[in-house]
DNA sequence: AAAGACACCTGTCCGC
DNA sequence: TGCGGACAGGTGTCTT
């Protein structure tokens, strides 16, 4: 479920709600998420959120005495809820505030994380070697040129690495190689400045429309909602095998790379 | 040091 | 209708 896009609505959805709030309690129905939750989370409790932060796909939340770092995994969601509202299934902590509202996470597959670090959250080995934020003007097709010189890898897992860039999913990935009409086996180290400009053009392009059309989901975000805006927006490539490309009529084809589907026209993406 | 495979888990979809 | 298998939006960790 979650790119960039998701985690960065999700951030900005809750934050109106938590932030300046003070936690009552944490309850934990399923502990065992990607990792074990530490029991530490409950210095949590009877804090107030200072702040809530993005950095990558992670999702920080700090008050006085220290920080969660939560990340949504592939199918994790969170829901800013009246603190009675019945459970479904999978919905595994609630942290529970005192004005009764609940903010509650959900995720079938539990590769979602919880953790707790009193320390600076960005020294946190999960964030400490992770790569550039996406839509910085630090990430440029300079940097990108610069840090691939020496790589053979496939541009498409280059820049899928989180510490080179973080926030670029499987479908951005694919996206974003298409407007920029890279073919994503070539290798990152023999790509030319100037269309490492183009990529991160498309990168920013196509993470930007996609956050604001996650604008309905934040809209929506106390009710129960749908797909998140970003699914809606027309992907030129990913998931379309066997299609006409929108450019120039060509078969869109399907190859794995790096044990991930890789949607790609061979036509115009050289 | 860097690249590739694997692991974690549930739900869904497709073909037989 | 049921069942097996492949696959899914992520990413840290282990193995080469």
Redesign the pocket.
């Known amino acids: 479920?979650?790119?960039l896009p998701?985690v960065e609505t999700s951030c900005l959805g809750i934050e109106p709600f938590i932030k300046n709030n003070k936690v009552k309690k944490i309850i934990i129905r399923q502990p065992?998420l990607?990792w074990l939750i530490p029991a530490t989370i409950k210095a949590m409790e009877n804090q107030t959120i200072q702040q809530v932060k993005r950095r990558?796909?992670?999702i920080l939340m700090t008050t006085k005495s220290g920080t969660a770092l939560l990340?949504l995994?592939?199918?994790g969601s969170l829901h800013i809820i009246p603190a009675d509202k019945p459970l479904k299934?999978?919905d595994h902590v609630d942290i529970l505030f005192y004005n009764d509202i609940c903010l509650r996470f959900n995720d079938?597959?539990?590769?979602g994380a919880l953790l707790w670090t009193d320390g600076n959250p960005y020294d946190h080995?999960?964030l400490q070697k992770l790569g550039l934020e996406p839509l910085t003007d630090d990430f440029s097709g300079n940097y990108l040129w610069q840090r691939s010189r020496?790589?053979?890898?496939?541009i498409k897992?280059f820049i899928?690495a989180?510490?080179v860039v973080?926030?670029i999913?499987?479908?951005y990935a694919n996206e974003a190689l298409f407007h920029a009409g890279i073919n994503p086996k070539k290798a990152?180290g023999k790509i030319s400045k100037m269309a490492y400009d183009q990529l991160v053009y498309a990168i920013k392009a196509v993470l930007t429309s996609a956050i604001e059309a996650g604008g309905t989901t934040l809209r929506d975000f106390q009710s129960a909602h749908g797909?998140?805006g970003?699914?809606q927006q027309d992907l030129k490539v990913?998931g379309k095998k066997g299609q006409a490309c929108v450019k120039c009529q060509h078969t869109i084809k399907l190859i794995r790379l790096?044990?991930?589907?890789t949607f790609y026209c061979s036509y115009c993406q050289n």
């Open positions: 479920m979650p790119e998701e065992k990607r990558g796909k992670y990340h995994g592939m199918s299934k999978h079938p597959r539990r590769f080995a999960l020496q790589s053979k890898r496939a897992l899928m989180s510490h973080v926030g999913g499987n479908i990152a797909k998140p970003y699914f990913y790096g044990q991930r589907s």
